[in-house]
């Protein structure tokens, strides 16, 4: 049932995911659905969103919903978090995953596509933390899991570097103002994993020579896969990880060691 309000709140607990009609958004859905939780996709392509929902439900049999919202957007964010406060009256996992990458360099920066890099992957994780704050404080416990990028470290996309490792700095601040009230607030920087996001404006031989120099520098000696990181996500958001805040966990066979690539 995607798109639709469940009615009433959730019996289980309810996890959100944004960016969650792409693919990790949708492996993050899976896990979490077959973990228990009733979960909400939003993401700004609504039909991406229905899509994984409704493969999703039909695959764990959960309660998983799908619906438009763009996380760079205000009054989309509030929206959406007041639609889920009626519709499943908590929200106790945010997993922040959308997320846009231009492949751009100082020399050539149109702040233009700095300001939407910074507006989707920075501002969008910190509007939906300040959103769901009032929930958190009514149930005195939530887990949020930002989603970096093992760029963070350097090398890379001007702004999409710049931003996630922004989100490291988010990630730090927050799991310092919200643990008194009970919020983990933790991140995971995976490697590169083909998708959307990655591949997009590349042809075939560019890819493959990418992922090659990425299974290269890597120790583990593969890519990272969707489920890694979906795994990383349940183990954050779970109960046993209560104590465990303020940390990006990398999911990336160890490549957070080696020289970018
Ligand atoms: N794929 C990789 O190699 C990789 C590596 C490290 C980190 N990441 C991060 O993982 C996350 C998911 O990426 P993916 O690879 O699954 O890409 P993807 O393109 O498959 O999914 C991203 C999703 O975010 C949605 N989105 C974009 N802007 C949005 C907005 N303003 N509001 C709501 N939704 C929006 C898109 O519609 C899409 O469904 C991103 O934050 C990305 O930076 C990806």
Request: hydrophobic share 45%; charged share 20%.
């Amino acid at each position: 049932m995607s798109g639709h309000a469940s009615g009433g709140a959730a019996p289980g607990p309810v996890a959100v995911i944004t960016g969650g009609g792409g693919t990790l958004g949708t492996a993050m859905a899976t896990r979490l659905a077959e973990e228990g939780n009733a979960v909400v996709l939003l993401d700004r392509d609504e039909a991406a969103a229905r899509a994984a929902a409704d493969e999703v439900a039909a695959r764990t049999g959960g309660s998983v919903v799908g619906w438009r919202a763009d996380v760079a957007d205000e009054d989309d964010v509030r929206a959406s978090v007041d639609r889920i406060a009626r519709t499943h009256g908590r929200l106790d996992r945010l997993v922040n995953n959308a997320g846009v990458n231009r492949r751009d360099t100082l020399a050539d920066q149109d702040p233009r596509i700095w300001d939407e890099v910074m507006a989707v992957n920075l501002r969008g994780p910190m509007l939906l933390c300040r959103a769901a704050l009032p929930l958190w404080r009514r149930t005195g416990s939530g887990r949020v899991v930002n989603i970096a990028s093992r760029t963070w470290l350097g090398g890379g996309p001007t702004s999409y570097v710049t931003s996630k490792a922004g989100v490291v700095g988010l990630t730090r601040t927050l799991a310092v103002e919200l643990g008194p009230l009970g919020v983990t607030v933790n991140a995971v920087a995976p490697s590169m994993i083909v998708t959307a996001l990655t591949s997009a404006g590349r042809d075939e031989a560019r890819l493959r020579e990418l992922t090659e120099r990425h299974r290269r520098m890597t120790p583990m000696r593969r890519l990272a896969t969707p489920e890694d990181v979906a795994e990383a996500v349940v183990f954050l958001t779970s109960d046993g990880a209560g104590f465990i805040t303020g940390e990006v966990l990398h999911v990336c066979g160890g490549a957070q060691l080696a020289p970018a690539p």
